[in-house]
């Protein structure tokens, strides 16, 4: 429980944090608004081929404006060597990387969550039939995102070209969780069905559960390189 306090504490520290300047939230809104705008362009929404790639297009856009709120989980706390004393305080190097990896998890969710009518007007999609099943897709897949975006973002913090090697190192690993998150929306928006695949959505939580652990076990190994 002590540890889940400290995680906790430090998720409240960085919610606090970016609420305060609203540096990377307005960023991320304003980088999402603007893909689905160019995206409602580029494909005719009314047409069948583009609702068969909607969900892919929706997790285009939510990968890439998660980068901009994933560069700031362990860069904020550089300045004045706040990171340092973080790192030398009690508490477990786990017990940081889940409070910074639950703010960004939360700060992503509500941009995706404002976003997404948004994303149902542009492409005339009816999203009250699919809600449910749709919303627990968002969680494990932005889960996936926000776990491994964090761990690369403690490893990138004191890199001088953070911006640009955080999405080169991310991307490529959130392959397979991409594919899953995209297959099983873009069979939602699509066919209209109900029913989850349930073969794409046990892939998905396997990737949750398989990077959670590898980052919480190597997590201190990354905060001292």
């Excluded at 998720?11 to 409602?40: C, P, Q, T």
């Excluded at 911006?163 to 190192?169: A, D, F, K, Q």
Aim: hydrophobic share 60%; aromatic share 12%.
């Amino acid at each position: 429980m002590r540890h889940l306090r400290h995680a906790m504490t430090i998720a409240g520290k960085d919610l606090r944090s970016e609420f305060r300047g609203k540096e990377g939230i307005n960023a991320a809104f304003s980088f999402s608004l603007v893909m689905l705008l160019i995206f409602s362009f580029a494909f005719d929404p009314t047409a069948p081929e583009t609702r068969s790639i909607a969900g892919g297009l929706l997790w285009i856009v939510f990968t890439f404006a998660g980068a901009l709120i994933l560069n700031r989980s362990f860069a904020r706390d550089v300045p004045n060597d706040c990171l340092d004393a973080l790192i030398a305080s009690p508490v477990e190097g786990w017990s940081l990387f889940l409070g910074k990896a639950t703010a960004s998890f939360l700060l992503l969710i509500g941009i995706e969550t404002v976003c997404l009518p948004v994303f149902a007007v542009f492409y005339d999609i009816s999203l009250v039939p699919v809600l449910g099943q749709l919303a627990l897709v968002m969680v494990l897949g932005t889960w996936a995102l926000t776990v491994v975006g964090t761990a690369f973002g403690a490893l990138t913090v004191n890199v001088r070209l953070r911006e640009i090697m955080l999405p080169m190192l991310l991307y490529p690993v959130m392959i397979p969780a991409l594919v899953a998150a995209m297959e099983i929306t873009a069979h939602l928006f699509d066919s209209g069905f109900t029913a989850v695949d349930g073969n794409w959505l046990r892939y998905l939580v396997g990737f949750d559960v398989i990077y959670t652990a590898l980052a919480v076990a190597l997590i201190d190994l990354v905060l001292v390189a």
